[in-house]
């Protein structure tokens, strides 16, 4: 996150903080002090202030020299209150930025509308999906900045080049390993989220879409959403993680999360907890509860394979298909809500916008 965040203190926060929270001209004299050569004169020091601030770039590949604006603040780069900040700025409106990005591109692409006409397909439910996650990320991103604040302040595992890592092999084992690590932990902490003492309180509006749009990727309750997210932020500080690779890792779990959502049936794999096992969870609640594979959903006992008829057009969309999902889940609901307060409509989505 320390390369995310030079990059935008270089050409956007600098400026903001040096504008809104000037360092004052005394206390940018003393610091000119003790930083400046002798042989500068007094007038320059007061022109351009040197703050006791040093820069360092975040990563040998990707740096950029700060301008004068870096130095100009009351709240310099290594200041944990600016970075504190700007970070929670950083996941909040990059987090929304990623998420209405590739969840419209996949509504727009991939997103079978014919969806909108299933029986348990909610009234408004794009426009719900949407307002609950506008109201889950910045609450998400409050929790979420210890760890990055951690991170950029040098306390993970983070590196930049192999030199500095395990070694060459290791670029590539961080990947399959990350996948790993944080499948496992959220198999166990998404089962846990099911428990009949925290599934209605935290986990109960997400299961709101019984038949999900992309848009309801990141439509949690803010705690259950942050929870889930834990193991991707504990990993770099258990284990080394190479720093480009965190940030396409970041990227790509954004890209997955709405890939499981967004209901075409691709992945026919008894590996891959693809979006027809996703669906399997949503309507039928108590299973496959796992990120990236079905290994701990088949060790755990909670894999249902999806059915076959999902995987062709003609019977995924077909009333016979949707019958069945529907009376099943019914019962499913009984068991782990009782009374459904859903509010299904099958009109099509454009007509409520």
Known sequence: MDIILEVLDTFAFDRLYATVLPASRAGATVNSLKNVASSTTFSSMREVPTPAYKYHAASQYLHFEPSQWAYMSAWPRDNIYRQSLSLFLITWIFGLFVYFAFATLS??????????????YIKNQIRQEIRQTMEALPVMAIFTVPFFVAEVRGYAKLYDSSAHGPGWWYNYLQFPFFIAFTDFCIYWIHRGLHHPMVYRRLHKPHHKWIMPTPYASHAFHPLDGYSQSVPYHVFPFLFPLQKFAYIVLFIFIQIWTVMIHDGEYVAN????????????????????YGQFTT???????????????LFKRETKMGKKEWERQSEEMEKMVKEVEG????????KREKKEK
């Open 107 to 120: 509504y727009v692409f991939v997103f079978d509308k014919a969806t909108f006409s299933h029986p348990k």
């Open 269 to 288: 794999s008894p590996i891959i907890n693809g979006a027809a096992c996703h669906t399997m969870h949503h309507l039928y609640f108590n299973y496959n």
């Open 295 to 309: 290994l701990w959903d088949r060790l755990g006992g909670s894999y249902r394979k999806p059915n076959d008829e």
């Open 339 to 346: 009374d459904d307060t859903r509010s299904y409509g099958n």
